[in-house]
């Protein structure tokens, strides 16, 4: 019998903290998530890492008895100048000289890695006042950002999204969740094409060391705001029209990063995955809370009701006022005689 009691009282509170219970076992989901990333990532690069600074030692220690003149302290001084430039995007080699960091289109590509959040860090203000003028204009230019791309998405997804979906469920009378589900499929499908497969091959041909696959994985950061900047395109030094190439791979994230919020959206409106995300929210009020409220009302109209009463009440049991009494003289009397 207590077993049975303690089952069912275990029962109750688990089905009324549903929403916790789905949202603890989600941020559970998520740190064990982010192990696994960490565990795939160590053992994959790991080696790789290793075996690089093996190399990179061999080649100083190669470059240090080729010249001996030159003492080991003097070389780490120049390679930590040399690295300390090339990460704020400056070069010593001969090759990377004639590109510069801040012409006008490479600013200009700086600026929409900044306010796109991509930041690809190959680039870096220089100067105190840049750095001081950067935050200024990220706080200003993100809000801004989000604006008009929300604004932007906002008047897309009704000519591309809204708009054939109901067209589609009122001429043929399809259901409606399904003409949804497959509307995001074939618009996944196309935007993955046009601004992911297509741009890939396209900078595999127009990058010298960019296979497909680097391609691929520059897109795939770029227009999920990722940014690692480990490719970052038009930085070859025999770069050919790298202004206007500069230009049109920054309208190419821009367009890219448009078409990425409408997918997102167009997912983030079908019925199963609203379901789904209702799963971990908090109920804004439940039926008890709403039961509490009616019964707060009422006996709160009962007692104003009650007072009302109570002081027609008060007004009837008043005691009567004193009236003079009236008097009557002999002329009126005679007066109704006649």
Request: some cysteine; overall charge negative; proline content about 3%.
């Amino acid at each position: 019998m207590l077993q049975s009691l303690s089952s069912n009282s275990c029962v109750r509170l688990i089905q009324s903290n549903k929403s916790t219970w789905y949202f603890f076992f989600l941020v559970l989901g998520y740190v064990l998530y982010l192990i696994f990333g960490a565990v795939v990532f160590s053992s994959v690069e790991l080696p790789y890492e290793d075996l690089l600074r093996q190399d990179l030692r061999n080649v100083k220690r190669q470059f240090l008895q080729e010249n001996e003149c030159l003492s080991e302290e003097r070389l780490e001084e120049f390679l930590e100048k040399a690295l300390e430039a090339s990460n704020y995007g400056v070069s010593v080699l001969n090759n990377a000289t004639a590109n510069w960091n801040w012409d006008f289109t490479s600013a200009l590509f700086f600026a929409s890695t900044v306010l796109s959040t991509t930041g690809y860090g190959h680039t870096v203000p220089l100067s105190d006042g840049g750095k001081a003028f950067c935050i200024i204009y990220s706080v200003i230019g993100i809000p801004f950002t989000l604006l008009f791309l929300t604004a932007v998405v906002q008047r897309i997804m009704v000519y591309v999204t809204r708009g054939p979906v109901t067209y589609i469920h009122t001429r043929w009378g399809f259901s409606k969740q399904l003409v949804a589900l497959v509307h995001a499929l074939v618009l996944g499908l196309v935007t993955a094409s046009c601004f992911f497969f297509i741009p890939a091959a396209a900078f595999s041909s127009l990058e010298d060391n960019w296979n497909f696959l680097e391609s691929f994985y520059f897109c795939f950061i770029s227009l999920s705001t990722i940014g690692l900047g480990d490719y970052v395109p038009g930085e070859g030094y025999n770069q050919k029209f790298r202004q206007l190439y500069k230009i049109g791979i920054t309208f190419y994230l821009m367009l890219g990063l448009i078409a990425m919020l409408v997918v997102l959206e167009t997912f983030c409106e079908l019925q199963e995955l609203k379901q789904f995300r209702k799963m971990f929210y908090l109920k804004k009020e439940k039926a008890e809370d709403r039961v509490h409220i009616i019964d707060h009302e009422h006996l709160s109209f009962s007692s104003v009701s009650d007072q009302a009463a109570s002081l027609r009440e008060d007004k009837l049991n008043e005691p009567f006022m004193d009236v003079p009494p009236v008097t009557y003289s002999a002329s009126d009397f005679s007066s109704l005689n006649r």
